[in-house]
DNA sequence: CACTAAACGGAGACAGTCCCCGCTTATCGC
DNA sequence: GCGATAAGCGGGGACTGTCTCCGTTTAGTG
C-alpha cells in the first residue's frame, strides 16, 4: 500500500541529508529557520525539500521522530524502575524538558495532542499518546491518579506546565515546581 | 518628563485611526495581522504606523489597553461579590477566556508575565499583575491558597492553562474544567 | 547503451517587514 | 492672516522568507 517502489538512490541520499541539515538548523535557529537556507546548506534546491516535505510541520516531526521514539521508550523503562506514580511524573518532567529545550519540538508536541487538527494521528502523536496512556493507567490502577483523568488531558496540561515554565525563563527550572503544583493542586498544603 | 509637546492633531488622528483599525484586523486575522495592510486599511503610509508603534507588540498592546484595564476591574468586583477562592477561580477563567479567544491577546498577556523579557513592566503587564496580586492575597488570607503562591506564578500557570484548552480546540469549553485539576490536584478526589 | 520516468533545482511570483528621505502641513510668533 | 519651521507623512524599495512551476538531469531497467 505504501512505497510501491523503492526510492531513487539520490532520493535517498537528499532525504538523509535534508533530515540532518534540517535538525541541525532547528536546533540552531528555532523552529522557524528558513526552509530555503536548510535546502542551500544540504545542497538541494528548495524544490527538493518541499518535495519531500510538503510542510515545515511534516520536516519537523521527520526531524524529530528518533527522539520522540526515545520519549516512548524512556516512558517503559521509568514504568519498570518506578512505581506508577513517581514514573508518571519523572515521565512528564522529562516532556516538558524536552518541550522547552529541544527547539522546535514545542509546536510539534503541541500539534500532536491538538484536537481537530488535520491530520490529527501523526506518527509522534501516536508514540506519545501511547506512552502517555500507559503510565496513567498504571497510575490509576493503583490509585494515585484521579481516575476521570484522560491521557490526552494530561498531555495538553503538560504542554501547558512547559509553558508557564517557558515564560518564567529559567531554562525549565520551574518544570518540578510547576509540575509539584498541578499534581498537589493550590489549596493549602495538607 | 513624558510629552513636552501635546501631539500634532494630525498625528493624534492617524494614532487613533490606527489603533482602531488594528483591533479589528487583530481580531480579524489574529496576531499575525500584516502590519503594511492595517496602515493601508488606516488610510496611512506605513511609515506612519512604525513611527507610532515600533513594534508589533507595542501596537498590540495600545490596540488592547482597553480590555486589560477591563480585567484589572473585573478583578476587583469579583472580590466584592464572591468569597476570595471563588473570586480568584472565576476571575482565572475569565482571563483564560479572554487569552484564548480574543485574538491576538495571548503573545500579549504571555509576554506580560515573561521573566526577562527587555520591557518586563509594560502597562499591561502591571496591571494585570496588580489584579493578580489582590486576589492571591485575600485568597491566601483566608487560607483557601497555598502561602508559598506567587501571583505571577498563579499567572503563568493560568497561560499553561490557556494553552492547554487551547489545544483542545473546544473554543474554550475545557477551561473550567483545567482549572478545577489544577486547583484540586490530580491525586483522586477526596 | 538507450530509454523513460523519477527526481532535481533554481528562477520567479508573491507576501511580509521595516527603513529612508523628499514632501506636506499644523502650529506659532508676528 | 501669514510666513517660517519643525513635526509628521507616506510610499518606494531593499530585504527575507515561502512555495510552485517546469525545463533539465540522472538512476534504473532490459
Chains 1, 2 share one sequence.
Not at 108 to 124: F, I, K, N, P
Amino acid at each position: 500500500m505504501t512505497q510501491v517502489r523503492p526510492m531513487r538512490a539520490d532520493a535517498r541520499r537528499n532525504y538523509e541529508r535534508l533530515l540532518k541539515v534540517a535538525a541541525e538548523a532547528f536546533a540552531e535557529h528555532g523552529e522557524n529557520a528558513s526552509l530555503d537556507d536548510i535546502a542551500k546548506r544540504a545542497g538541494v534546491g528548495s524544490g527538493t525539500l518541499y518535495r519531500h516535505f510538503p510542510t515545515r510541520q511534516a520536516l519537523l516531526e521527520a526531524a524529530y521522530v528518533d527522539r520522540i521514539e526515545a520519549l516512548g521508550s524512556r516512558a517503559d523503562e521509568l514504568a519498570r524502575e518506578l512505581p506508577p506514580g513517581e514514573a508518571l511524573m519523572e515521565w512528564l518532567n522529562e516532556l516538558c524538558v524536552a518541550t522547552i529545550q529541544v527547539r522546535g519540538m514545542k509546536s510539534l508536541l503541541g500539534s500532536a495532542v491538538t484536537d481537530g487538527s488535520s491530520a490529527a494521528l501523526t506518527a509522534c502523536g501516536t508514540t506519545v499518546k501511547g506512552a502517555a496512556s500507559r503510565l496513567v493507567e498504571a497510575a490509576q490502577a493503583e490509585g494515585v491518579l484521579r481516575a476521570d483523568l484522560e491521557p490526552i488531558e494530561l498531555l495538553r496540561l503538560a504542554h501547558g506546565v512547559a509553558t508557564a515554565s517557558e515564560l518564567a525563563n529559567g531554562q525549565g527550572r520551574e518544570i518540578r515546581r510547576y509540575l509539584a503544583l498541578l499534581t498537589e493542586g493550590l489549596r493549602p498544603a495538607g
